[in-house]
């Protein structure tokens, strides 16, 4: 992973001058003020832990699993967000762990827990290091230590009779993918951050894939869940469902590590589909399209795959950055993707079905040139991301979800908060979004924002502002964005969490007595509050 | 609602003198002592309620909503397990509340909870009384309300976008099928008790209906809930699913009442089917049926009913009591219904799809009239119960789920842990069971268990002991299926819920650490412990 930026640095690709020319003139895009930091030159301060909290937590995990060097904790400070790319590419590294553990155990886990008990040393669980909301960024400890879980990588058993299997948190998620499917088997869960991100990762934080349509969401997935917790642990899922008492496998999932540490997730598996096929279709009106894919949420057939950029993502084509600016033919209307899996003949019939219900709802088939053009760059997003960055372009992503009568006004007032707030900054930005995933109830709306990094200051030879300057205009518009989403009715997240950044409007969706129930569980399991505090929950002291 | 039995007393059937002769032959079955006793015979204790408690309640609903009058408590007494129905048709009233408390808006609730908290009254809510876990009868206490909820009983909303409908928690299932159906929609939902349960109750226990191949449990139609607790209200659920923390609706769904109040819940509505359609199939043995089942749930089609009988079940089909010792032609096999909703022409398309796999998977099909029987018969279990126990018949029902592959040896466990243990306490009893719900990952197992009341007693002129011995029998046994359960790994209740019959067990299936953090949960929302207690978690003191 690259550590100022996203994924393998081999896969990175330049924006062709042409797109950064349209930045230039769109969106009043400059050119940065020079290059990121060299990792070499990255120092964060010294660690906070003494050598007696090292000693024992190298006789919990062994010596060579406890690392204090410069590089380690660089890579362990913060997440994928485009504020911590923007505070790290700047060599700003106030949040690195003191250090970073690397247990093997589910006991090496509890014993790592014992002592950072004792020794009051928050722990902040660390899979693929993807989160966008502020999830590796604890609040008010004193010293931290990132429990990377990558040693934890075990499949650990296959059950082809139940059709599920037990994975270790540690593992990513391409990793458990091709072990599975040595077996035949595929878990069916591709988020953007497929290639870095981690199964306990997806549990913890209630991941959503982007066949989510037709394998439902990671925790739709998830049947069984062990987790190691400072007061002991928790060995939940003893059926697919239960009317003994409350499903506490939803207690833990979406508990962001505040609660204890995943270290087994049993998840249900699928054969390996024969085939799989992508086809476009594009509607007159997001609305219109909207509608579409509602028809086809509610009363079938499912597709695996179906999501809908609204005008403004269709005309940019942001999934793809050869084609951005020129995303549909004549860059007209809304552009729908739908995925279907199966045998061929299977494939065929749900097509034709599909295709039947997309005619009537007022849809136009567009073939499987844009389906495979999405499928083809479904992960290449972030990638994009760092090539904005390093162009100057200021680039950030937010999601939310309703019901979907609630849909329309959500999506209206996230887009108006956004454009208001950046333009009024003096960044007016491309506010796109696309249904990224679909239910028969309701809908979740993703959105991705372009702009200026900053103003062109008069006298300043044209050149904008340092990123400090981005990161001010940019809180005010994310803060905006939230209010707007808790003032119509949405979700504050439907995929990316709750972390530090949403932890404040999660509150008030939740209201102030549910919040003290999660504090109070938190509580009990973590009575030192240890445990990724400030995350989910506010911190002691601050309530 | 029968005070002694089940449902409308016009709907009770005798059994035809041969099931009757079948039974005493069979199963060693003599008739009972007398008749129950007579409505207006039977004597609650006085209420232990005081005027000033009285009077608050009364100004809090109107004091018309306040009953402490013989009949209200006595019909408020316990719920409706085969244990219950012999206390109470001997008069047994220990367990009856001081009164009957009838709130009409959820505010109404929260003052009757302010009130009794202030007065360390104990309230037990109350729908449709149809526990059979002893959800109803609280422990530790000095006096209890039973929260009767049937004023609340408005259809509030219905969102037809959305396909959701807001219903008020003492809304009868009937009720709610009418109300929704005059709008085109149903909810699907459809368990044994839908004559008498209400929708609060369906939550509060984690309802599993008939159609849950096809439109799953209650807990997975629920996307919204409003909950009074004694510090204030829960307000949940802002979209179908969500990536912002825990998915508190799941805490929430399975607290039987120990947490707070259900005053409203929102759920998904379908549009109501065209047409249905029912059949029976026949296989070799119980295990070839599963597989067969399996294969449905796994791969499809899914059928919206699925349920398989062992050998015992289809050789009685107690489904129907006109059929009982002639459920097959010829008496051999496993019976499964599998049920079809939709257009003619959906319909004939899945029945073709299905018919392949069922019959693929050794499968013969019994054409339409066993599942029609079935479906005619499908709620008349519980009237049948009454007239076994009018017989000197003892007739019970329990349930669990696993896993799959986990499936079998459950099923040889719980079925050898009833026959030994009745067959040693001198009542061997006929045992069987059917596959009521399947997933993709596993089913439920439903057994039946019928036997004589008790021993027949040399030199006692044949009569048998009286309900006691029964009910001493009946709990050793009972006690010995729930070890088996949670010895072979599944759980203690897949339908009925935990309530006080189940509380040990369950206490053993989510492990001590789990058990505490329901506590902590339930001592935040309830600080006097006056929800429900002994009720899911122990009350206090006895921990």
Chains 1, 2 share one sequence.
Not at 11 to 21: I, N, Q, W
Not at 178 to 202: K, M, V
Not at 414 to 443: E, F, N, Q, R, W
Not at 511 to 517: C, E, K, N
Request: aromatic share 6%.
């Amino acid at each position: 992973m690259l550590w100022s930026g996203w994924g393998d640095p081999a896969k990175a690709t330049p924006l062709p001058e042409p797109v950064a020319g349209l930045l230039r003139d769109l969106l009043g895009v400059r050119p940065a003020d020079g290059a990121p930091v060299a990792l070499e030159d990255v120092r964060p301060c010294s660690s906070r832990l003494d050598e007696a909290a090292l000693a024992a937590l190298g006789e919990a995990v062994g010596a060579a699993h406890v690392r204090t060097d410069d590089e380690a904790r660089v890579r362990h400070t913060r997440g994928k967000s485009t504020p911590d790319l923007l505070r790290i590419r700047a060599g700003e590294t106030s949040d690195a762990p003191d250090a970073v553990v690397l247990p093997g155990t589910h006991d090496e886990v509890l014993e790592v827990l014992r002592i950072c008990t004792g020794r009051r040393i928050a722990v902040v669980p660390f899979g693929g290091g993807t989160s966008v909301v502020g999830g590796l960024a604890p609040q008010g400890i004193s010293a931290f230590v990132a429990l990377d879980l990558r040693r934890l990588d075990a499949l650990v058993s296959v059950d082809e009779v139940s059709r599920t299997a037990v994975l270790q948190p540690g593992l990513r998620a391409p990793e458990a993918e091709a072990l599975l499917r040595e077996r035949g088997y595929t878990l069916g869960h591709f988020p953007q951050s497929f290639e870095w991100a981690t199964i306990g990762g997806f549990a913890a934080a209630r991941s959503s894939g982007q066949a989510s349509a037709g394998y439902g969401r990671f925790d739709e997935m998830v049947v069984g869940l062990t987790v190691a917790t400072p007061e002991g642990t928790l060995d939940l899922g003893r059926a697919p469902r239960s009317a003994a008492g409350p499903d506490l496998r939803q207690l833990v999932l979406g508990s962001e590590g505040a609660f204890g540490v995943i270290t087994s997730v049993t998840v249900k598996i699928h054969p390996v589909p024969a085939s799989a096929a992508y086809e476009g279709w594009r509607f007159a009106s997001f609305d219109r399209g909207a509608a579409a894919l509602r028809r086809l949420a509610q009363d079938g057939p499912r597709p695996v795959v179906l999501r809908l950029s609204d005008e403004a993502e269709t005309m940019i084509g942001l999934a793809d950055p050869g084609a951005i600016g020129g995303g549909l033919p004549d860059a007209a209307g809304c552009l729908a993707v739908v995925g279907y899996e199966g045998t061929p003949d299977e494939i065929a019939a749900r097509r034709a079905a599909t295709r039947a219900v997309l005619s009537e709802a007022g849809g136009e088939p567009l073939g499987d040139g844009p389906g495979e053009k999405w499928e083809h760059g479904r992960f290449n997003a972030p990638y994009l991301r760092d090539s904005l960055l390093d162009v100057g372009a200021f680039v950030e992503t937010l999601e939310t979800a309703t019901f979907w009568s609630g849909v329309p006004a959500l999506y209206e007032a996230v887009k108006a908060a956004l454009t208001t707030t950046l333009a009024d900054a003096g960044t007016p930005p491309l506010v796109m979004c696309h249904i990224s995933h679909v239910y028969p109830t309701g809908a979740s709306l993703y959105f991705t924002v372009v702009s200026a990094s900053g103003v062109a200051g008069p006298g300043q030879g044209g050149e904008t502002q340092g990123e400090g300057d981005a990161l001010a205009h940019w809180e005010k518009a994310k803060h905006a964005a939230n209010d707007a989403i808790i003032a119509a009715g949405g979700t504050i997240s439907h995929h990316h969490g709750v972390g530090t950044d949403h932890r404040d409007w999660y509150a008030r969706e939740i209201g102030p007595l549910a919040m003290d129930v999660l504090r109070t569980v938190k509580h009990r399991l973590d009575p030192a509050g240890i445990l990724n505090p400030g995350i989910l929950v506010p911190p002691a002291g601050q309530e």
